[in-house]
Antibody
Protein backbone atom coordinates (compact mmCIF):
# COMPACT_ATOMS: atom_id res chain seq x y z
CA UNK A 1 0.00 0.00 0.00
CA UNK A 2 1.08 3.55 -0.64
CA UNK A 3 2.92 5.12 2.28
CA UNK A 4 4.45 8.54 2.72
CA UNK A 5 6.41 9.16 5.91
CA UNK A 6 7.71 12.63 6.71
CA UNK A 7 10.55 13.30 9.11
CA UNK A 8 12.99 16.03 10.07
CA UNK A 9 10.67 18.46 11.81
CA UNK A 10 11.47 20.10 15.10
CA UNK A 11 11.97 23.35 16.95
CA UNK A 12 14.36 25.87 15.42
CA UNK A 13 15.23 29.53 15.92
CA UNK A 14 14.35 32.17 13.35
CA UNK A 15 16.95 32.43 10.61
CA UNK A 16 18.09 28.84 10.98
CA UNK A 17 17.66 25.92 8.58
CA UNK A 18 15.94 22.55 8.58
CA UNK A 19 15.63 19.75 6.05
CA UNK A 20 12.50 17.66 5.83
CA UNK A 21 12.32 14.23 4.24
CA UNK A 22 9.41 12.22 2.90
CA UNK A 23 10.07 8.51 2.44
CA UNK A 24 7.79 6.88 -0.12
CA UNK A 25 6.87 3.23 -0.50
CA UNK A 26 4.21 1.08 -2.12
CA UNK A 27 4.38 2.74 -5.54
CA UNK A 28 6.88 3.67 -8.24
CA UNK A 29 8.11 6.93 -6.77
CA UNK A 30 9.94 8.01 -9.93
CA UNK A 31 6.65 8.08 -11.85
CA UNK A 32 4.96 10.76 -9.75
CA UNK A 33 5.18 14.44 -9.11
CA UNK A 34 5.29 15.30 -5.43
CA UNK A 35 4.11 18.27 -3.37
CA UNK A 36 4.82 19.79 -0.01
CA UNK A 37 1.77 21.32 1.68
CA UNK A 38 1.75 22.97 5.09
CA UNK A 39 -0.80 23.75 7.74
CA UNK A 40 -0.17 26.39 10.39
CA UNK A 41 -1.69 25.66 13.81
CA UNK A 42 -5.46 26.00 13.61
CA UNK A 43 -5.31 27.16 10.00
CA UNK A 44 -6.06 25.76 6.57
CA UNK A 45 -3.89 24.05 3.99
CA UNK A 46 -1.26 26.01 2.06
CA UNK A 47 0.57 24.68 -0.95
CA UNK A 48 4.35 25.11 -0.62
CA UNK A 49 6.21 23.49 -3.51
CA UNK A 50 6.03 20.81 -6.20
CA UNK A 51 8.58 18.79 -8.15
CA UNK A 52 8.02 16.84 -11.32
CA UNK A 53 8.59 13.07 -11.40
CA UNK A 54 12.12 13.50 -12.72
CA UNK A 55 12.91 16.78 -11.02
CA UNK A 56 12.84 18.73 -14.26
CA UNK A 57 10.04 21.09 -13.22
CA UNK A 58 9.85 22.80 -9.85
CA UNK A 59 7.52 25.49 -8.55
CA UNK A 60 7.26 27.34 -5.25
CA UNK A 61 4.70 29.41 -3.41
CA UNK A 62 5.68 33.08 -3.30
CA UNK A 63 5.85 32.87 0.50
CA UNK A 64 8.82 30.45 0.37
CA UNK A 65 10.49 31.28 -2.93
CA UNK A 66 14.20 31.92 -2.50
CA UNK A 67 14.27 30.32 0.95
CA UNK A 68 13.01 26.76 0.42
CA UNK A 69 14.33 24.14 -2.01
CA UNK A 70 12.43 21.04 -3.01
CA UNK A 71 14.37 18.06 -4.36
CA UNK A 72 14.09 14.31 -4.73
CA UNK A 73 16.27 11.24 -4.89
CA UNK A 74 14.48 8.66 -7.00
CA UNK A 75 17.11 6.04 -6.15
CA UNK A 76 16.11 6.39 -2.49
CA UNK A 77 12.37 7.00 -3.08
CA UNK A 78 12.66 10.14 -1.01
CA UNK A 79 11.43 13.71 -1.33
CA UNK A 80 13.15 16.59 0.46
CA UNK A 81 12.43 20.15 1.49
CA UNK A 82 15.42 22.26 2.46
CA UNK A 83 14.16 25.22 4.47
CA UNK A 84 16.53 28.14 5.03
CA UNK A 85 16.07 31.53 6.70
CA UNK A 86 13.12 30.21 8.64
CA UNK A 87 10.56 32.65 10.01
CA UNK A 88 7.94 32.40 12.73
CA UNK A 89 5.27 32.28 10.03
CA UNK A 90 6.78 29.05 8.69
CA UNK A 91 5.58 27.27 11.82
CA UNK A 92 3.31 24.50 10.58
CA UNK A 93 2.78 20.83 10.04
CA UNK A 94 4.41 19.96 6.71
CA UNK A 95 2.85 17.23 4.60
CA UNK A 96 4.11 15.57 1.46
CA UNK A 97 1.45 14.56 -1.05
CA UNK A 98 1.57 12.55 -4.24
CA UNK A 99 0.59 13.59 -7.74
CA UNK A 100 0.79 16.67 -9.94
CA UNK A 101 -2.87 17.69 -9.69
CA UNK A 102 -4.01 14.65 -7.73
CA UNK A 103 -2.91 14.93 -4.08
CA UNK A 104 -4.20 11.39 -3.79
CA UNK A 105 -2.03 10.26 -0.90
CA UNK A 106 -0.67 12.27 2.03
CA UNK A 107 1.82 11.56 4.77
CA UNK A 108 1.10 12.00 8.46
CA UNK A 109 3.01 15.29 8.56
CA UNK A 110 5.98 16.62 10.51
CA UNK A 111 5.77 19.66 12.78
CA UNK A 112 8.15 22.57 12.31
CA UNK A 113 8.19 25.20 15.05
CA UNK A 114 10.13 28.40 14.48
CA UNK A 115 10.58 30.36 17.67
CA UNK A 116 13.24 32.18 19.61
CA UNK B 1 -3.97 33.23 -8.87
CA UNK B 2 -7.18 31.25 -8.65
CA UNK B 3 -9.17 31.93 -5.49
CA UNK B 4 -11.46 29.22 -4.16
CA UNK B 5 -14.26 30.43 -1.91
CA UNK B 6 -15.90 27.81 0.26
CA UNK B 7 -19.23 28.22 2.00
CA UNK B 8 -20.35 27.90 4.62
CA UNK B 9 -17.29 28.10 6.86
CA UNK B 10 -19.12 26.18 9.57
CA UNK B 11 -21.86 23.61 9.05
CA UNK B 12 -23.69 22.14 12.06
CA UNK B 13 -25.67 19.11 10.92
CA UNK B 14 -28.03 16.69 12.61
CA UNK B 15 -27.01 13.04 12.36
CA UNK B 16 -28.71 11.39 9.41
CA UNK B 17 -29.43 14.69 7.68
CA UNK B 18 -27.84 15.87 4.43
CA UNK B 19 -25.04 18.41 4.17
CA UNK B 20 -23.81 20.48 1.26
CA UNK B 21 -20.59 22.47 0.84
CA UNK B 22 -19.97 24.94 -1.95
CA UNK B 23 -16.64 25.76 -3.59
CA UNK B 24 -16.62 28.67 -6.03
CA UNK B 25 -13.62 29.47 -8.20
CA UNK B 26 -12.54 32.90 -9.39
CA UNK B 27 -12.11 31.44 -12.88
CA UNK B 28 -13.18 28.39 -14.81
CA UNK B 29 -11.36 25.22 -13.79
CA UNK B 30 -11.72 23.49 -17.15
CA UNK B 31 -8.19 22.75 -18.33
CA UNK B 32 -6.80 22.61 -21.83
CA UNK B 33 -6.95 18.80 -21.66
CA UNK B 34 -10.70 18.98 -21.09
CA UNK B 35 -10.47 17.86 -17.49
CA UNK B 36 -11.57 19.86 -14.47
CA UNK B 37 -9.01 19.43 -11.71
CA UNK B 38 -11.11 20.10 -8.65
CA UNK B 39 -10.68 17.74 -5.72
CA UNK B 40 -12.28 17.46 -2.29
CA UNK B 41 -10.55 16.44 0.91
CA UNK B 42 -11.65 15.50 4.39
CA UNK B 43 -9.49 16.22 7.41
CA UNK B 44 -10.70 14.58 10.57
CA UNK B 45 -9.48 16.03 13.89
CA UNK B 46 -5.82 15.22 14.41
CA UNK B 47 -5.44 13.48 11.06
CA UNK B 48 -3.89 14.17 7.68
CA UNK B 49 -6.11 15.22 4.79
CA UNK B 50 -7.72 12.39 2.86
CA UNK B 51 -8.93 12.76 -0.69
CA UNK B 52 -12.61 11.96 -1.16
CA UNK B 53 -13.41 13.18 -4.66
CA UNK B 54 -11.21 13.89 -7.69
CA UNK B 55 -11.98 15.69 -10.93
CA UNK B 56 -15.23 17.07 -9.58
CA UNK B 57 -17.26 13.90 -9.19
CA UNK B 58 -15.11 10.78 -8.99
CA UNK B 59 -15.18 9.09 -5.61
CA UNK B 60 -11.93 7.63 -4.32
CA UNK B 61 -11.69 3.96 -3.42
CA UNK B 62 -13.10 3.25 0.02
CA UNK B 63 -15.06 6.49 0.25
CA UNK B 64 -18.66 5.85 1.29
CA UNK B 65 -21.22 6.47 -1.40
CA UNK B 66 -22.99 9.01 0.78
CA UNK B 67 -20.30 11.43 -0.45
CA UNK B 68 -20.80 12.92 -3.90
CA UNK B 69 -19.29 15.75 -5.89
CA UNK B 70 -20.82 17.79 -8.66
CA UNK B 71 -20.43 21.03 -10.55
CA UNK B 72 -18.73 22.55 -13.53
CA UNK B 73 -16.82 25.63 -14.61
CA UNK B 74 -16.59 27.74 -11.48
CA UNK B 75 -19.22 26.25 -9.15
CA UNK B 76 -18.74 22.98 -7.32
CA UNK B 77 -20.51 21.14 -4.52
CA UNK B 78 -19.69 18.35 -2.11
CA UNK B 79 -22.74 16.60 -0.70
CA UNK B 80 -23.11 14.17 2.15
CA UNK B 81 -26.46 12.43 1.80
CA UNK B 82 -26.78 11.38 5.45
CA UNK B 83 -24.20 12.69 7.89
CA UNK B 84 -22.63 10.19 10.27
CA UNK B 85 -20.57 10.90 13.38
CA UNK B 86 -17.34 9.92 11.58
CA UNK B 87 -17.90 12.70 9.04
CA UNK B 88 -16.98 15.39 11.57
CA UNK B 89 -13.99 17.36 10.36
CA UNK B 90 -12.90 20.06 7.96
CA UNK B 91 -13.51 19.75 4.23
CA UNK B 92 -11.32 21.45 1.65
CA UNK B 93 -11.50 21.88 -2.10
CA UNK B 94 -8.32 22.30 -4.14
CA UNK B 95 -7.76 23.21 -7.77
CA UNK B 96 -5.00 21.82 -9.96
CA UNK B 97 -5.96 23.39 -13.29
CA UNK B 98 -4.26 26.79 -13.15
CA UNK B 99 -0.85 26.33 -11.61
CA UNK B 100 1.30 27.49 -10.06
CA UNK B 101 0.11 27.92 -7.43
CA UNK B 102 -2.19 25.07 -6.53
CA UNK B 103 -4.85 26.68 -4.34
CA UNK B 104 -7.02 25.40 -1.54
CA UNK B 105 -10.32 26.66 -0.25
CA UNK B 106 -10.30 27.91 3.33
CA UNK B 107 -12.18 24.89 4.58
CA UNK B 108 -15.65 24.08 5.92
CA UNK B 109 -15.99 22.70 9.41
CA UNK B 110 -18.69 20.04 9.69
CA UNK B 111 -19.92 19.36 13.20
CA UNK B 112 -22.84 17.53 14.73
CA UNK B 113 -25.63 19.60 16.25
Amino acid sequence: QVQLVESGGGAVQPGRSLRLSCAASGFIFSHYGMHWVRQAPGKGLEWVAVIWYDGSNIYYADSVKGRFTISRDNSRDTLYLQMNSLRAEDTAVYYCARGWSDFDYWGQGTLVTVSS
Amino acid sequence: DVVLTQSPLSLPVTLGQPASISCRSSQSLVSSDGNTHLNWFQQRPGQSPRRLIYKVSNRDSGVPDRFSGSGSGTDFTLKISRVEAEDVGIYYCVQGTHWPPWTFGHGTKVEIK
